[in-house]
T-cell receptor, first 115, second 111 residues
Framework: GAVVSQHPSWVICKSGTSVKIECRSL??????MFWYRQFPKQSLMLMAT?????????EQGVEKDKFLINHASLTLSTLTVTSAHPEDSSFYIC???????????FGDGTRLSIL | QKEVEQNSGPLSVPEGAIASLNCTYS??????FFWYRQYSGKSPELIMS??SNGDKEDGRFTAQLNKASQYVSLLIRDSQPSDSATYLC???????????WGAGTKLIIKP
């Protein structure tokens, strides 16, 4: 149980393109979803927390207009990287949690490369 | 500021031995504790969760929690080369939606 699907797994696109990443909880309802970014050999960096039906809470230093998060249902959250540039290239990982005291379960991540 | 500390390693352990990974946290109000394993280039996967003082065993893994001393540890018995990965400690502080993450300990199991 507790499967989280993230799609796509790998994206290569030109600078200026907007990229949408989907995160789905397949066998549970995720009241909260999290979006992380991870650079090579570094730890996870939380970007934002989203609760179903409400606006995402962004961490300090994360541009909300750059990284658009939508959590429209209990099983789906999307992250859109708008007008992506090479410095946005990174490993983006979502996680989902059913209830507050339960663990987060991670998707397989999306490797984003902006040329 | 709430912090979770881990030794970055690498921690090198011979195959078949016990690997011991440690994590300390700063907030006494912390309620839930998690160990995740992350292979290189992959996303984290949950290994163990522990909520009360003492030991919790699951197969070759044992999580140990000591709230008075503010540490949580993970023991891996009969270590296998496939256990080589970075182990992340995560702590949930009461009334906070988020997890506070340690930087991870890189574990290498030598055949």
């Amino acid at each position: 149980g507790a499967v989280v699907s993230q799609h796509p797994s790998w994206v290569i696109c030109k600078s200026g393109t907007s990229v949408k990443i989907e995160c789905r909880s397949l066998d549970f309802q995720a009241t909260t979803m999290f979006w992380y970014r991870q650079f090579p050999k570094q730890s996870l960096m939380l970007m934002a927390t989203s609760n179903e039906g409400s606006k995402a809470t962004y961490e300090q230093g994360v541009e909300k207009d750059k990284f658009l998060i939508n959590h429209a249902s209990l099983t789906l959250s999307t992250l859109t990287v708008t007008s992506a540039h090479p410095e946005d290239s990174s490993f983006y990982i979502c996680s989902a949690r059913a209830l507050v005291d339960q663990p987060q379960h991670f998707g397989d991540g999306t490797r984003l490369s902006i040329l | 500021q709430k912090e979770v500390e881990q030794n970055s390693g690498p921690l090198s352990v011979p195959e078949g031995a016990i690997a011991s990974l440690n994590c300390t946290y700063s907030d006494r109000g912390s309620q839930s504790f998690f160990w995740y394993r992350q292979y290189s280039g992959k996303s984290p996967e949950l290994i163990m969760s522990i909520y009360s003082n003492g030991d919790k065993e699951d197969g070759r893994f044992t999580a140990q929690l000591n709230k008075a001393s503010q540490y949580v540890s993970l023991l891996i018995r009969d270590s296998q080369p496939s256990d080589s990965a970075t182990y992340l400690c995560a702590v949930k502080v009461d009334s906070n939606y988020q997890l506070i993450w340690g930087a991870g300990t890189k574990l290498i199991i030598k055949p």
